[in-house]
């Protein structure tokens, strides 16, 4: 059974820089693309990027900046940072495996694996 | 703002049918995948690709595209399906994914 795991600190100092890794069992973490999303309390959901295999990397030009994402094949686990955080920053992050494919040569992406999230809290 | 458009609420009676629509631009050129989201709990994925259920959604779940617009239906609305649902697909762009704001059902 393939389960995510997200892990981190809850609180975050503003200007400061969030780092966050998510645990892979189950599951070859070179087979597949992976993704981080996020969401503030009471919103939705917002894409951060995604990560694979070769350490390419796709990010939401509205955190272009400031995120970065990494594999860590030898620990199972992938990663993901943002830099100057502010108040709104301030969401449950989830990581979550991506899966492509085709049909009829229309392409198509989703999201068939979360983890629980993990709440991050920007606050001095 | 999302480039992917939702209405924000929706509401359907117990046993009657219900469809949820995403509009946008990218819709044109790639499918949208669908979450059902309750509250406290992490998005879990109902249809994906052209009308594909992962294993454990039930079959009253199908979706359906046409145009810049995808659906979901739920076909005999049960009590379970009252959650927040959100479509996802590629930005008209191409360069990234993109979420849309989520439709929040009430099943009456």
């Known amino acids: 059974q393939v389960q995510l795991q997200e892990s981190g600190p809850g609180l975050v100092k503003p200007s400061e820089t969030l780092s966050l890794t998510c645990n892979v069992s189950?599951?070859?973490?070179?087979?597949?693309?992976w993704s981080w999303i996020r969401q503030p309390a009471g919103k939705g959901l917002e894409w951060i990027g995604r990560?694979?295999?070769?350490?390419?990397?796709n990010y939401n030009p509205s955190l272009k900046n400031r995120v970065t994402m990494s594999l860590d094949t030898s620990q199972t686990q992938f990663s993901m940072s943002l830099t100057s955080v502010t108040a709104a920053d301030t969401a449950i992050y989830y990581c979550a495996r991506v899966i492509s494919s085709y049909y009829l040569g229309m392409p198509f992406w989703y999201f068939d694996l979360w983890g629980r999230g993990t709440l991050v809290t920007v606050s001095s | 703002s999302s480039e992917l458009t939702q209405d924000p609420t929706m509401s359907v009676a117990l046993g009657q049918t219900v469809r949820i629509t995403c509009q946008g631009d990218?819709?044109?050129?790639?499918?949208a995948s669908w979450y059902q989201q309750k509250p406290g709990q992490a998005p879990v994925l109902v249809i994906y690709?052209?009308?594909n259920r992962p294993s454990g959604i039930p079959d009253r779940f199908s979706g359906s595209r046409s145009g810049d617009a995808a659906s979901l239906t739920i076909t005999g609305a049960q009590a379970e399906d009252e959650a927040e649902y959100y479509c996802?697909?590629?930005?008209?762009?191409?360069?990234?994914?993109?979420f849309g704001g989520g439709t929040k059902l009430t099943v009456l």
């Open positions: 189950g599951a070859s973490i070179t087979n597949s693309y």
């Open positions: 990560i694979y295999l070769g350490g390419n990397t």
């Open positions: 690709g052209k009308d």
């Open positions: 996802n697909s590629r930005h008209s762009s191409g360069s990234h994914l993109v």
């Open positions: 990218g819709l044109r050129n790639y499918f």
